[in-house]
């Protein structure tokens, strides 16, 4: 599933994610807590890709997945 957001839409979704698993450790949460920490990375990558996407002097370090 992909969903397309707004920039400010994208940061709301985020900071409710970042909410909802503060109070799990990494090693002992809940497989959905699995799943909102990953909705967050690609949140996150989004956004800084975005806010990167017309600065020439920054470098982006591009993940290859095998």
């Keep these: 599933m992909n969903i ?3 920039v400010h839409e994208a940061a709301a979704v ?3 994610l970042l909410r909802e698993q503060k109070m799990y450790s990494f090693t002992h949460a809940p497989k959905r807590v699995d799943y909102i920490r990953s ?11 975005d806010a990167l996407k017309d600065k020439e002097d920054v470098l ?4 290859v997945s095998a």
């Excluded at 909705?39 to 956004?47: E, P, Y």
């Design 39 to 49: 909705a967050i990375n690609k949140i996150d990558d989004a956004l800084t890709e």
């Design 14 to 16: 985020m900071e409710l």
């Design 60 to 63: 982006v370090s591009q993940e």
């Design 4 to 6: 397309e957001l707004e």
